[in-house]
């Protein structure tokens, strides 16, 4: 008995990776905008430069990252300190908040886009 047609089995199962990391890097690339939306809006407001400075870059593949650019010491201070009073809005852990209230909903957003189809 001969077996043939494991080259179109392994390219199929090849397409259907590259399907699914591309589905998977996609979600991704949409929880990142998600929590740069809800860690701008939790973001203290001075000026508004703060939160103006909020971004999402990719970093690698299906790896992005959030962050308030060229805001310095200043974002990371504002970010950590507890007893700092916001009069005009916002809270510390901008960042943080969002993101470990949302983690669970990130993860399911991910494993259903990378599911198969």
């Known amino acids: 008995m001969k077996l043939e047609g494991l080259a179109a089995v392994e390219?199929?199962?090849?397409?259907?990776?590259?399907g699914m990391k591309q589905r998977a890097d996609a979600a991704m690339h949409e929880n990142a905008l998600d929590l740069q939306g809800r860690s701008q809006q939790a973001a203290p407001?001075?000026?508004g430069?703060?939160?103006a400075a909020a971004d999402v870059r990719k970093v690698g593949e299906g790896e992005y990252e959030v962050g308030f650019y060229g805001q310095g010491i200043k974002a990371i201070v504002q970010h950590e300190r507890l007893d700092f009073n916001h009069p005009r809005g916002g809270q510390a852990k901008y960042l943080e908040g969002p993101l470990n209230e949302n983690s669970?909903?990130?993860i399911e957003n991910v494993r259903r886009a990378a599911g198969s189809r």
């Open 11 to 18: 390219a199929r199962i090849a397409a259907e990776l590259a």
């Open 49 to 51: 430069e703060l939160r």
């Open 104 to 106: 669970q909903r990130y």
């Open 45 to 47: 407001i001075e000026y």
